[in-house]
């Protein structure tokens, strides 16, 4: 074995054992960049992965390049990564004229000769690139690329892990907030305080700005705000929101998502909205006996999309307050047919001594 192939076995294996003891993807990935640079004698490395809504990519890692470089501007899928995603490894000669770089001028400054992209795979779809960047202009050889694949393959396995234990953590999240409610509901009969805890619960377990609950007042004709957790006065006094299309939508028994409320037209206050921080409001229909009676309004501070696991983690507190609201509903019902049977009772009971 040469020494160049121990350097790299000896690499391989470092990661893999940090991989094995800490969660933390991105100290096993700022590990991967650091490793690739030493052993491989590159000027840096970097590790970037694609966010599927904007087509671009997010620096998550970096080793040897200047702050100036590494945030000179969005990365969009340029050529060369747009290969690279197509599942095999860039090589790009001169990153100064090459056509397929997006910031040839700033590669120059930065004193960057030549540019490889591996892709990182996992479950066989690429979700990032790992570049690979020299001071010198250099042919990588076969054996160099297969390193540099087998490390970025590592570092796919270690956002697998975190992803799975994130998952888990979530759904423990999740159980936890459900089972807090059902406690409430079986431990009162105040919808108020059940719904309360119930927007507080949503905005924790979700990691979200804020939650609330308008039920349809019947009577007025208008959706009341009866919870809410995490918004100011000032946004919750901004006006009617009859008239929110998304409300209208859900009120018909489906999910409703604004991805984002500035530009959905859906939106009846985007302005207040903004100032508010709010960037993306999902509404999910209360139903209770197939009827919808409210919605439960869910708020970000970023732009975010919904995992189907959390979607049934907000329907499910959705169900549990219509629960709430069916219990109070039976307990009034019971209490008015109560207090009518003791009426009747002390009329019979006045009718029989007067005789």
């Given amino acids: 074995m040469s020494s160049k192939e121990r350097m790299y076995l000896i690499s391989f294996q470092e990661i893999s054992k940090a991989i094995s003891s800490t969660l933390s993807v991105r100290e096993i990935l700022n590990l991967v960049v650091r490793k690739v640079t030493e052993v491989m004698n590159l000027k840096g490395c970097t590790i970037r992965m694609v966010d599927p809504k904007t087509s671009t990519l997010e620096l998550v890692?970096?080793?040897?390049?200047?702050?100036?470089?590494?945030?000179?501007?969005?990365?969009?899928?340029?050529?060369?990564?747009?290969?690279?995603?197509?599942?095999?490894?860039?090589?790009?000669?001169?990153?100064?004229?090459d056509p397929r770089i997006q910031y040839p001028l700033e590669a120059k400054e930065e004193g960057i000769a030549t540019l490889v992209a591996i892709p990182i795979l996992v479950k066989g779809k690429v979700i990032g690139v790992m570049r690979m960047l020299t001071a010198e202009p250099r042919e990588f050889l076969m054996d160099e690329i297969d390193f540099a694949g087998a490390v970025a393959e590592l570092g796919g396995q270690a956002l697998i892990n975190a992803e799975m234990y994130e998952s888990k953590l979530k759904e423990l999240e999740f159980l936890k907030g459900l089972q807090q409610v059902v406690k409430a509901i079986n431990s009162s009969l105040e919808v108020q305080k059940v719904l309360s805890l119930m927007v507080k619960t949503a905005t924790n377990a979700l990691d979200i700005k804020a939650a609330a609950v308008r039920l349809l007042d019947e009577k007025r004709k208008q959706m009341a705000l009866v919870a809410h957790f995490g918004l100011s006065d000032r946004y919750i006094n901004k006006g009617p929101v009859e008239t929110d299309q998304s409300i209208t939508e859900a009120m018909t028994g489906k999910a409703v998502i604004m991805y984002d409320v500035a530009s959905d037209p859906r939106a009846n206050y985007p302005q207040a909205a903004a100032e508010e921080g709010i960037k993306s409001i999902i509404s999910i229909p209360i139903a209770l006996k197939g009827n919808?009676?409210?919605v439960l309004r869910l708020y970000t501070s970023e732009p975010r999309s919904f995992s189907e696991e959390e979607i049934m983690f907000m329907t499910s507190l959705a169900e549990q307050a219509a629960l709430a609201l069916e219990n109070a509903r039976m307990y009034q019902k019971l209490k008015q047919e109560h207090e009518e049977l003791m009426s009747d009772l002390y009329r019979f009971s006045g009718f029989t001594r007067s005789i």
């Fill in 61 to 97: 890692a970096s080793f040897g390049l200047s702050e100036k470089y590494l945030h000179k501007g969005r990365v969009d899928m340029d050529k060369s990564i747009s290969e690279a995603l197509s599942g095999r490894p860039v090589a790009i000669y001169d990153a100064t004229t």
């Fill in 292 to 294: 919808v009676v409210g």
